[in-house]
């Protein structure tokens, strides 16, 4: 039997260029997607067909009713080993396998670091002040990271990297979640935040290093947006509706705060008409936090072997 196998959302045409598909023979034949279809209705006239589905990450979401649409579905494989955009409890139901793959490297940790530097440094605006030949040579003054306050709201493995490179810099951290206690916080090497309304009122930098789940959607609020100090940058690499996002855009047009950067949004990829694009305070990447070509060869290479096996 040959299989038919799907790969969707592949934006950079990487998965058949890392990795070695000859392994797999003639078991399979291969079709590869380069966009995102939001559209249920054509999104299961794509994938009808299909026996095995590899998606990347969240970018297409596998729930209760497009898995029940797709009956010819046997397996689901993932890049990474955890994605909240699958219904496994309900493909487990109907017989579907679910399997993730590995990674490798920080590549999450470095684009959090990247943005970071990004946003409080203006490196998007004085990249383009300069290529416009702009006479005034320089117009920005960059926040100094030393003896300035970064806080995490999260101080899970990625939070207690994050907190790690902060102390390079000489920063203090914060940290706070619902969950976080003074020994977990100190285990993590930050000063533990009795409450999320003082951290974001001290942080010079708020960056969300928190998982997304029906308790932590809009965690952050217009309330809390409105407590930063109007020289402070909000950082969200995590996910997007873990913020109130259009309490945000409103904080970031009225110039409330200095800025933002923001890797994740509620819809992506973003929409073109989205009014975060028409922002001049605010640094975006398309959700690059855990693309790098270490993790997608490594992801590449576990889903061939999910595949052989």
């Not at 790969?7 to 045409?13: C, G, P, R, S, V």
């Not at 559209?39 to 009808?48: F, I, Q, S, T």
């Not at 969240?58 to 994605?83: I, Y």
Request: aromatic fraction near 6%.
């Amino acid at each position: 039997m040959v299989y038919r196998v799907g790969i969707l959302d592949d934006y950079q045409q990487a998965a058949l260029k890392l990795a070695d598909w000859t392994p797999l023979g003639n078991q399979v034949t291969i079709d590869v997607f380069t966009d995102t279809i939001l559209d249920e209705h054509l999104l299961v006239e794509r994938l009808k067909d299909y026996d095995i589905i590899c998606i990347m990450r969240e970018r297409t979401k596998f729930f209760a009713p497009l898995l029940d649409k797709l009956p010819k579905l046997k397996l689901l494989t993932t890049t990474g080993m955890k994605n909240n955009g699958i219904d496994v409890k309900y493909a487990k139901e109907k017989g579907i396998v679910v399997s993730g793959t590995a990674s490798v490297g920080n590549s999450t940790l470095e684009h959090i670091w990247a943005l970071i530097l990004a946003t409080v440094r203006y490196i998007s605006h004085d990249d383009a002040n300069t290529k416009a030949g702009n006479a005034l040579w320089q117009t920005k003054i960059p926040l100094g990271l030393a003896g300035r306050t970064i806080g995490l709201i999260g101080v899970g493995r990625l939070g207690a990297k994050t907190a790690a490179v902060a102390e390079a810099f000489g920063m203090k951290v914060l940290g706070w979640s619902p969950h976080l206690t003074p020994e977990r916080a100190a285990e993590a090497g930050v000063d533990f935040a009795a409450s999320k309304e003082d951290l974001i009122k001290q942080s010079d930098i708020v960056s969300i290093h928190i998982v997304l789940s029906e308790s932590t959607r809009h965690l952050i609020k217009a309330a809390d947006l409105a407590h930063m100090k109007p020289t402070a940058f909000f950082i969200n690499t995590s996910r997007g509706p873990i913020v109130d996002e259009a309490a945000l855009i409103q904080i970031l047009e009225n110039k409330a705060i200095a800025g933002a950067g923001l890797d994740v949004f509620d819809v992506e990829p973003l929409p073109l008409d989205h009014p975060l694009r028409k922002l001049e305070n605010v640094v975006l990447t398309p959700h690059m936090g855990y693309v790098a070509d270490s993790s997608y060869e490594a992801s590449t290479l576990s889903l061939i072997s999910v595949l052989c096996y």
